[in-house]
């Protein structure tokens, strides 16, 4: 953002800064100067921001604060480009990297603006505080139509992909119908369950009597599956194709967690010569077959690399020197492939 004169770091003194309010009458105030800009940086202690003032000499004095936004801040030059055929001409404007922020993103406001008059939410009511509600939900609507049009060109999944996006309007329309007709009843967003038509149900009913619509609510789902020894595992619809997937070998192979011969293969897992990749998938019980440990460990993304196939294919290691990875190892490997994963893209 930009600082006011009058609104300049207190901790920096001020003639460090450029500060002096120019005359726009001086023609001396249109000359390029090619000067590197001031730079000035707070870290948090903590690590978590780091707060960058940037102060140089425009047309008039400029003052622009950012937090985490700037990786640099140096002068460079602009082309800009006029006319055309021999009346072409070029020339080159000085530059820097705050000032290029703050050109390319105080538009925002306007565009934002732009999007909230489309809505067209308004009404006439003697009800002033209606006027910020509808503020609030024409930005929801606009930024929902943003994340519909990103979502729907299939880059974040290509499941998502629509080829023909509905308009602006038609999607407006339709979450007016889907608002008419939804009940918060059906518990399906959070705070629906401290909405009236809800606690107006007696409070033994909402948490432990029987489910409404035929579904279970937010509240029984999260008791059976939240805690570490509830029944709910996650998303198990993965693991199952690859039981399914199961074949049995006509000659033994190597089991690729724990390296000793095993007769079944998963169909869905190949190995780079296209091959099945072999592992032991049951074991038999007091009472009849189980799943194999090998099966469960190869296929569980917090063991990724704790294979005895990984140790030469992935981690660089040598097969000979691979033990069972013990509860420890698991638990640090679990760690490293969690942080791996919250820099997905």
């Not at 978590?48 to 002068?75: D, G």
């Not at 999944?157 to 509905?166: A, L, R, S």
């Not at 990724?304 to 698991?330: V, Y």
Request: aromatic share 8%; charged share 25%; net charge positive.
């Amino acid at each position: 953002m930009t600082s006011g004169r009058s609104y300049l770091p207190k901790d920096i003194k001020s003639e460090y800064l450029h500060k002096l309010k120019t005359d726009p009458a001086n023609k001396y105030s249109k000359i390029a100067r090619f000067a590197e800009p001031i730079v000035a940086v707070k870290n948090d202690p903590q690590g978590k921001w780091q707060r960058c003032h940037v102060s140089f000499q425009s047309t008039s004095s400029c003052n622009i604060s950012t937090v985490n936004a700037l990786n640099e801040v140096f002068n460079y030059v602009e082309l800009r480009e006029r006319g055309r055929g021999d009346g072409k001409r070029k020339w080159v404007i000085e530059m820097n990297h705050a000032r290029r922020l703050y050109l390319s993103t105080y538009n925002g406001i306007d565009v934002l603006d732009h999007l909230l008059k489309n809505a067209r939410l308004f009404y006439r009511t003697w009800k002033y505080w209606h006027a910020p509600k509808n503020h609030a939900i024409a930005i929801a609507v606009s930024v929902a139509y943003d994340i519909y049009c990103e979502v729907g060109e299939g880059k974040i999944n290509p499941d998502w992909k629509v080829d023909k996006p509905i308009s602006r309007w038609e999607f407006q329309r339709k979450l007016s119908m889907q608002a008419l007709t939804y009940s918060p009843k059906k518990l399906k967003y959070p705070g629906d369950e401290f909405l009236r038509a809800n606690t107006s149900v007696p409070r033994a009913n909402r948490v432990s009597g029987p489910s409404r619509g035929g579904s279970i609510s937010r509240t029984q789902l999260q008791e059976l599956t939240q805690s570490s020894t509830s029944r709910g595992c996650g998303d198990l619809d993965k693991l199952s194709d690859h039981v399914n997937s199961i074949i049995r070998l006509s000659k033994g192979r190597v089991c690729s967690w724990c390296g000793t011969k095993a007769y079944q293969a998963c169909g869905l897992c190949n190995d780079s010569d296209g091959k099945p990749v072999a592992m032991h998938v049951s074991t038999r019980g007091g009472n009849g077959k189980f799943l194999s440990l090998c099966f469960l460990n190869y296929h569980n993304d917090n063991c990724i690399g704790l294979a005895k196939n990984d140790q030469s294919k992935l981690c660089h290691k040598r097969k000979g020197d691979w033990t069972e990875p013990t509860k420890s190892q698991k638990d640090d490997n679990k760690a490293h492939v969690q942080q791996l994963k919250r820099r997905f893209r």
